[in-house]
């Protein structure tokens, strides 16, 4: 089974620009979260969708905002960015119902976003 | 408020010996999950062990063990004979667990190991 993919690996903005970020989640799995990491506040919980609704919201600016299409994929915006900004962003998905093993998180490798 | 600590910033030790690394928790929920996770250099965080809040039986898999104590609020994992693989940071995690109201990681700051050989 494939794992969670993140796309891109890679990006580099400037500040005030915006960025999509997208996250193909394991197969099957209907929630997709996303996690800010950053070396001073550590890994942050940015939102949760499940079935193409926003299910939970961390504590972070509207800029940052989601989606989630029909087919469970996600995508992350960051409108107005900030030098703040920079960070690994990570995606995370899991069955989404509420058993047990749905509580298991299974990460992407992260898009790691540099604003200059 | 839900809230994880890792005390230990970076643990360094010589390949072989026995390492744990400490979590302590706080939640007011009475039926949480407890997890650990490995993110080794390549950035993407590796699921290891889900426990949840009434299950207090210490697992063993491999090198790998966790204690959980629900007296303490502590999930400690012990890695024995280290090797040089485990140089990653470990971070523990906890989820109150919300049905079908979803879910949501709090993370602890995370522990560096780094296993010299």
């Known amino acids: 089974k494939a794992g969670v993919t993140q796309t891109p690996r890679y990006l580099i903005k400037t500040r005030g620009q915006q960025v999509t970020l997208s996250c193909s989640p394991i197969?099957?799995?209907?929630?997709v979260s996303w996690y800010q990491q950053t070396p001073g506040q550590g890994l942050q919980f940015l939102f949760e969708y499940f079935s193409e609704t926003q299910r939970n919201k961390g504590n972070f600016p509207g800029r940052f905002s989601g989606r989630q299409f029909s087919n469970s994929r996600s995508e992350m915006n960051v409108s107005t960015l900030e030098l703040g900004d920079s960070a690994l962003y990570l995606c995370a998905s899991n069955l989404g119902g509420g058993g047990p093993s749905t509580y298991e998180q299974y990460f992407g490798p992260g898009t790691r976003l540099t604003v200059t | 408020a839900q809230k994880v600590t890792q005390a230990q910033t970076e643990i360094s030790v010589v390949e072989k010996e026995d390492v744990t690394l400490d979590c302590v928790y706080e939640?007011?929920?009475?039926?949480?999950?407890l997890f650990w996770y490995k993110q080794p250099p390549s950035g993407e965080l590796v699921f290891l062990i889900r426990?949840?809040?009434?299950?207090?039986q210490n697992e063993i898999s491999g090198r790998y063990s966790w204690n959980f104590q629900k007296s303490t609020s502590s999930f400690n994992f012990t890695i024995t004979a280290s090797q040089v693989v485990d140089s990653a940071v470990y971070f523990c995690?906890?989820?109150?667990?919300?049905?079908?109201?979803?879910?949501?990681?709090?993370f602890g700051g995370g522990t560096r190991l780094m296993v010299k050989p």
């Open positions: 197969s099957g799995h209907r929630s």
């Open positions: 995690a906890l989820s109150e667990a919300q049905g079908n109201a979803g879910n949501m990681l709090t």
């Open positions: 426990r949840n809040s009434f299950d207090e």
């Open positions: 939640t007011r929920d009475t039926t949480y999950y």
